[in-house]
Nanobody
Framework: QVHLAESGGGSVQAGGSLRLSCTVDTYTYSRNCVGWFRQPPGREREAVALIWNAPIASGGGTTYYANSVKVRFAISRDNAKNTFTLQMNRMKPEDTAMYYC?????????????????????WGQGTQVTVSS
């Protein structure tokens, strides 16, 4: 698997903001899902925010969010820069986790089923996010 390049992360107080960025070859992963997962200490990895990377006419730009981050987090893409960004606002201590960028799943969500982390072709090595109360 090709490791993706992540940047951002760090420590912030509750209520603050952080931005994570991931460099993805958007041509290679066209018509694939790209997203962010996180793994809190002692817990399983979970999907946070996903985006369908395709032309607008093919549903590109459609986003999906875990209920715990809706309204507070936003995923976006800049295909010209091969960059996907996760903007995290109004952060909470429970957002503390290792965050991973992933690319290359053939779907983001099908019905109630979210593509699992293992269904992605490539992922980053993770970046730590810590939110203090």
């Amino acid at each position: 698997q090709v490791h993706l390049a992540e940047s951002g992360g760090g420590s912030v107080q509750a209520g603050g903001s952080l931005r994570l960025s991931c460099t993805v070859d958007t041509y290679t992963y066209s018509r694939n899902c790209v997203g962010w997962f996180r793994q809190p200490p002692g817990r399983e990895r979970e999907a946070v925010a996903l985006i369908w990377n395709a032309p607008i006419a093919s549903g590109g730009g459609t986003t999906y969010y875990a209920n715990s981050v809706k309204v507070r987090f936003a995923i976006s893409r800049d295909n010209a820069k091969n960059t996907f960004t996760l903007q995290m606002n109004r952060m909470k201590p429970e957002d503390t986790a290792m965050y991973y960028c992933a690319a290359g799943a053939h779907y983001c969500v099908s019905g109630d089923i979210w593509a699992s982390f293992d269904e992605y072709q490539s992922w980053g090595q993770g970046t730590q996010v810590t939110v203090s109360s």
